[in-house]
């Protein structure tokens, strides 16, 4: 007799944790590398030193890796007679015949190191009556090292002289000298573009589900129409002008629509009507994108 009514409360509790959950539109923003390129999107590759054989080597990995990315677009366009000189934290560029275009960075790679070697590690392991044993082993390992300079379209150097030295070992027999050289540049290319590539991020944007009669407009963004939910809210928005959660809930549409400048003085009006917790934290996050906004915009 006495499960029932606990069944029924606990049912009835979950529904109201249902009913009351939260509402949210989902955005995917671009959040700015460590090394911010800004908007560029292609990468040309104008000047490389060092061995030629082995510096084209590390090029063509470049335009593998970032071809399989996804973001970046590598050209090798060493043969153009272009030249990038360091002057302080400015950079110049000069020769070629280039046109110079906004979403456009040149590359400067310095090959400085190529080569591999041979060492001998001590191993320690335990034999079949369990004592323990040391053994050596022969390594075969494989260093690179290039610098990386970068500059954009306006000259303004964005990277100078980044040095990436990378090691790969194997031991002796596993692999050729070359192979495990190579191995080694992979590397120093991945840990490159892993700096240098912009990431996107999905998140929330939480919508006040507290008056009712916005349900339907939040349908309506949720599929994905955000600028009708816009006209839609601006219209609820007009025959109740001094309603918080519709100027929040708009704030909300206009962010969800990258138009973050609106946005933040939408929730600027909200939080003076009727500040939630949770309206500062949108507001907050809302001007986070806005600064990655603009720093991809560089």
């Known amino acids: 007799m006495t499960s029932y009514p606990s069944l029924l409360s606990v049912l009835l509790v979950l529904f109201a944790f249902a009913g009351s959950g939260c ?6 923003v671009l959040q700015p590398a460590y090394v911010n390129l800004g908007r560029t999107e292609q990468l040309s590759v104008v000047q490389a030193t060092g061995r030629r054989s082995k510096r084209e080597l590390i090029i063509d990995e470049l335009e593998r890796q970032a ?4 973001f970046f677009a590598v050209e090798d366009r060493t043969d153009e007679g272009i030249e990038i000189k360091l002057i302080g934290g400015s950079a110049e560029t000069s020769g070629g015949t280039r046109d110079q275009l906004d979403i456009e960075a040149y590359l400067r790679i310095d090959l400085l190191e190529w080569q591999a070697d041979t060492t001998r590690r001590t191993q320690s392991y335990r034999d079949d009556n369990d004592r323990e044993r040391v053994r050596t082993i022969d390594m075969l390992v494989g260093r690179v090292v290039f610098a990386v300079t970068t500059v954009n379209w306006q000259g303004r150097a964005l990277m100078a002289e980044n ?3 990378q090691v790969h070992e194997v ?3 596993e692999m050729s000298e070359d192979r495990v050289v190579f191995e080694a540049a992979r590397r120093g290319v991945r840990l490159l573009l892993r700096q240098i590539t912009p990431t996107w991020h999905f998140e929330s944007i939480r919508w006040d589900s507290s ?8 349908k309506v ?4 129409n955000r600028p009708y939910a816009e006209e839609l809210m601006r219209e609820y928005l007009s025959a109740d002008p001094g309603n918080s959660v519709a100027q929040y809930n708009l704030a909300v549409i206009l962010d969800a629509q990258g138009r973050y400048p609106g946005a933040l003085q939408l929730y600027d009006q909200a939080m003076k009507g ?3 917790g949770f309206y500062a934290n949108s507001r907050a996050a809302c001007a986070r994108r806005l600064a990655a ?4 915009a560089e």
């Not at 509402?23 to 995917?28: D, F, G, I, P, T």
């Not at 008056?211 to 939040?218: A, G, L, S």
């Open 67 to 70: 071809r399989d990315a996804g």
């Open 221 to 224: 963004a949720k599929q994905g």
């Open 171 to 173: 031991q002796l027999g």
């Open 163 to 165: 040095d990436y030295e």
């Open 211 to 218: 008056d009712k009669t916005q349900k339907e407009i939040y």
């Open 293 to 296: 906004s603009k720093a991809m």
């Open 274 to 276: 009727g500040a939630k």
């Open 23 to 28: 509402a949210s539109l989902r955005v995917q």
